[in-house]
T-cell receptor
Framework: EPEVTQTPSHQVTQMGQEVILRCVPISNHLYFYWYRQILGQKVEFLVSFYNNEISEKSEIFDDQFSVERPDGSNFTLKIRSTKLEDSAMYFC???????????FGPGTRLTVT | QKEVEQNSGPLSVPEGAIASLNCTYSDRGSQSFFWYRQYSGKSPELIMSIYSNGDKEDGRFTAQLNKASQYVSLLIRDSQPSDSATYLCAVNGKQAAGNKLTFGGGTRVLVKP
C-alpha cells in the first residue's frame, strides 16, 4: 500500500537558519498539506496546496514559510529563518479529492536550538 | 474561531470492553469528519471517516455523526491493549478551496489487560 514519506525524520538547526522539509506524497493524490504539532498540543494546519498553488494558509504560515512542488513528486516546506518556537513535528498529508480522507506522512521532528 | 472539542482523558477501558469517545465541533457548515489514531511520537493514522448522519461501521470501529447536535463519536468494540493511543477527531469545513482539517486535542485511551 502506498505511503507518504518524509525526510529527514529529525532535523536539528540553529535559530536563524533555513530548513527545508521534504515530502513525497502518494502518487494519485492531488491535494497536499502541511500540518505541525508542538509537543503536547493539537495538530495545527499550516497550508494547503493544489494545482501548484497555495489554496489556503493559516496565520502561522507567515512570510518565513514557503511551499513548493519542484518536480511533480516532491513537496517541500521551507522555513527561511527558524525561531525557537518553530520546534515541532511537521506532518505532510495528501488527499485524492477536496473532502476526501487525508493521509499523513511519518513526520519530521524539527528542533531549533 | 472554529473549534473541535474532545475530552482529554485518559479513558481507561478493560480489555474486551467498549471504548466510547466523543467530539463536538462549532462550525455548523462542516462537511466531513474523521477519526485518527496517534501513538506517542508518531503521526496521525486515519481509522474512520464519516460524511452523513448516522452510523458507519468498519471492523471493531463505529463512527456516529449527528450534524444537528454537532457531535461525532467513535466506539471501539472488543478493545485491545494495542488500541491504547490518543484518538484525534478532525473536521473538514465547508468545501472552500483550502480543505483544511481542524483537529481536537485528542482523547487518550488506555486499555488494561
Amino acid at each position: 500500500e502506498p505511503e507518504v514519506t518524509q525526510t529527514p525524520s529529525h532535523q536539528v538547526t540553529q535559530m536563524g537558519q533555513e530548513v527545508i522539509l521534504r515530502c513525497v506524497p502518494i502518487s494519485n493524490h492531488l491535494y497536499f498539506y502541511w500540518y505541525r504539532q508542538i509537543l503536547g498540543q493539537k495538530v495545527e494546519f499550516l497550508v494547503s496546496f493544489y494545482n501548484n498553488e497555495i489554496s489556503e494558509k493559516s496565520e502561522i504560515f507567515d512570510d518565513q514559510f514557503s511551499v513548493e512542488r519542484p518536480d511533480g513528486s516532491n513537496f517541500t516546506l521551507k522555513i527561511r529563518s527558524t525561531k525557537l518556537e518553530d520546534s515541532a513535528m511537521y506532518f505532510c498529508a495528501g488527499s485524492r479529492d477536496r473532502a476526501y480522507e487525508q493521509y499523513f506522512g511519518p513526520g519530521t521532528r524539527l528542533t531549533v536550538t | 474561531q472554529k473549534e473541535v472539542e474532545q475530552n482529554s482523558g485518559p479513558l481507561s477501558v478493560p480489555e474486551g470492553a467498549i471504548a466510547s469517545l466523543n467530539c463536538t465541533y462549532s462550525d455548523r457548515g462542516s462537511q466531513s469528519f474523521f477519526w485518527y489514531r496517534q501513538y506517542s511520537g508518531k503521526s496521525p493514522e486515519l481509522i474512520m471517516s464519516i460524511y452523513s448522519n448516522g452510523d458507519k461501521e468498519d471492523g471493531r470501529f463505529t463512527a456516529q455523526l449527528n450534524k444537528a447536535s454537532q457531535y461525532v463519536s467513535l466506539l471501539i468494540r472488543d478493545s485491545q491493549p494495542s488500541d491504547s493511543a490518543t484518538y484525534l477527531c478532525a473536521v473538514n469545513g465547508k468545501q472552500a478551496a483550502g480543505n483544511k482539517l481542524t483537529f481536537g486535542g485528542g482523547t487518550r485511551v488506555l486499555v488494561k489487560p
